[in-house]
């Protein structure tokens, strides 16, 4: 009983430690998040462990967490992990997912596939997350109004998954495990040298910081949002058909150009007929 005990005294007085000290992070400070729901959270502490990594990044920087942009059409969309630095403005979309992750980069899907037991797998698809974070620079862009700064687009994955075919077409984005991030960025910012003083930082910094501080209810009506464009039911789409063919229309969602990451009706008869209608 006594070396239960303090086995659980031990137990305790290191998640207290690991609580304080955390506590007296940038991402508590900005976030308000407890420690615990933290822990609970795989994104929220997706978000975490990235800011983590790149704490220690040497150089001028700032860090805004849950950044909700303003869009066009009145919505709003979300950015997970902002970092200004003097080399630029790193946007940052956090996947702390496990598995082995498949897609290329204009696919609008990409597939993780999860041991199932008995030798056999589990696939589950989840929008792809570059289409995911050209809509985020998108608008971070038409919000700064930034011409002449860098712009770097990061998907961050954990650690405890392994990217097993990613095929990227561009050199616009970076797709890495969590543990390659330092080490990534740390090259693309010598490579790309000063480019913000510490006074421009701050006043991006200042610019964004509202937008950083959305309430629980806007949160919710955010999350609804994503729920209703990205998984509503396919069956309004059984009697869209193609005039111009006959063949089905599809839901897709444009993963280039101006309207990346926005959804259209498109046949399925494609490439051999390349009509389209506006999902609206």
């Given at each position: 009983?006594?070396?239960?005990?303090?086995?659980?005294?031990?137990?305790?007085?290191?998640?207290?430690?690991?609580?304080?000290?955390?506590?007296?992070?940038?991402?508590?400070?900005?976030?308000?998040?407890?420690?615990?729901?933290?822990?609970?959270?795989?994104?929220?502490?997706?978000e975490?462990?990235?800011?983590?990594c790149?704490?220690?990044?040497?150089?001028?920087?700032?860090?805004?967490?849950?950044?909700?942009?303003?869009?066009?059409?009145g919505?709003?969309?979300?950015?997970?992990?902002?970092?200004?630095?003097?080399?630029?403005?790193?946007?940052?979309?956090?996947?702390?997912?496990?598995?082995?992750?498949?897609g290329?980069?204009?696919?609008?899907?990409?597939?993780?596939?999860?041991?199932?037991?008995?030798?056999?797998?589990?696939?589950?698809?989840?929008?792809?997350?570059?289409?995911?974070?050209?809509?985020?620079?998108k608008?971070?862009?038409?919000?700064?109004?930034?011409?002449?700064?860098?712009?770097?687009?990061?998907?961050?994955?954990?650690?405890?998954?392994?990217?097993?075919?990613?095929?990227?077409?561009?050199?616009?984005?970076?797709?890495?495990?969590?543990?390659?991030?330092?080490?990534?960025?740390?090259?693309?910012?010598?490579?790309?040298?000063?480019?913000?003083?510490?006074?421009?930082?701050?006043?991006?910094?200042?610019?964004?910081?509202?937008?950083?501080?959305?309430?629980?209810?806007?949160?919710?009506?955010?999350?609804?949002?994503?729920?209703?464009?990205?998984?509503?039911?396919?069956?309004?789409?059984?009697?869209?058909?193609?005039?111009?063919c006959?063949?089905?229309?599809?839901?897709?969602?444009?993963?280039?150009?101006?309207?990346?990451?926005?959804?259209f009706?498109g046949c399925?008869?494609?490439?051999?007929?390349?009509?389209?209608?506006?999902?609206?």
């Amino acid at each position: 009983m006594i070396l239960l005990l303090a086995v659980v005294a031990t137990a305790f007085l290191a998640c207290e430690i690991a609580r304080k000290r955390y506590e007296k992070t940038a991402y508590f400070k900005q976030t308000r998040n407890p420690y615990w729901r933290v822990r609970r959270d795989k994104g929220l502490l997706g978000e975490f462990y990235t800011y983590r990594c790149l704490r220690q990044l040497p150089g001028y920087k700032r860090f805004l967490f849950n950044c909700y942009l303003p869009k066009q059409d009145g919505g709003k969309t979300e950015i997970d992990v902002i970092f200004l630095h003097e080399s630029g403005i790193y946007v940052f979309e956090s996947k702390n997912y496990s598995g082995w992750i498949f897609g290329t980069e204009t696919n609008s899907y990409w597939t993780q596939t999860l041991p199932a037991g008995r030798g056999r797998a589990k696939k589950v698809s989840f929008l792809n997350p570059i289409v995911q974070n050209k809509v985020h620079l998108k608008w971070l862009k038409a919000f700064l109004q930034e011409d002449f700064v860098p712009f770097l687009s990061y998907i961050v994955f954990s650690d405890r998954c392994t990217l097993k075919d990613i095929r990227l077409t561009s050199r616009e984005h970076r797709v890495v495990n969590r543990y390659d991030v330092l080490s990534d960025i740390a090259q693309t910012a010598r490579g790309l040298g000063s480019q913000l003083k510490p006074q421009k930082i701050d006043e991006l910094y200042d610019r964004l910081a509202p937008l950083a501080q959305a309430g629980d209810s806007e949160k919710r009506s955010h999350i609804e949002n994503i729920h209703k464009k990205h998984h509503s039911p396919a069956s309004p789409s059984a009697n869209k058909v193609c005039p111009r063919c006959g063949g089905k229309l599809v839901l897709r969602t444009a993963t280039r150009g101006a309207h990346a990451g926005e959804q259209f009706w498109g046949c399925s008869h494609f490439p051999r007929c390349r009509y389209t209608q506006n999902a609206d």
